[in-house]
């Protein structure tokens, strides 16, 4: 079956940097576009970050933007996401997830999700 274990997460300190790992099985990785969505206590689901199946179109939350960065390696069947300059405001579950078909953006569009992994950013 497929599953999603994401890793890296932790406590971190305004403006450093984290960097999450999502390990994938169960499905052939090439075939999926990928995403990380992020839920900060007491808000709903947030899109982060997502790549395309071929690693070649790429797209971020404008709140992101300039700081994180999504990618993926296909031979390991991972796809990560690099935070750097991280504000209080990052602190939250992140999740990866796996979309429905080579590219999506919107949640709806995704249907396999990890566990989830915490950053917390201290200011």
């Known amino acids: 079956q497929v599953q999603l274990v994401e890793s890296g997460g932790g406590l971190v300190q305004a403006g450093g940097s984290l960097r999450l790992s999502c390990a994938a099985s169960g499905f052939s990785f090439g075939n999926y576009g990928m995403g990380w969505f992020r839920q900060a206590p007491g808000k709903e689901r947030e899109y982060v970050a997502a790549i395309s199946r071929t690693g070649t179109i790429i797209n971020y939350a404008d709140s992101v933007k300039g700081r994180f960065t999504i990618s993926r390696d296909d031979a390991k069947n991972t796809v990560t996401l690099q935070m750097n300059s991280l504000k209080p405001e990052d602190t939250a579950v992140y999740y990866c997830?796996?979309?429905?078909?080579?590219?999506?953006?919107?949640?709806?569009?995704?249907?396999?999700w990890g566990q989830g992994t915490q950053v917390t950013v201290s200011s």
């Open positions: 997830a796996r979309a429905r078909a080579g590219y999506a953006v919107v949640q709806a569009l995704y249907d396999n």
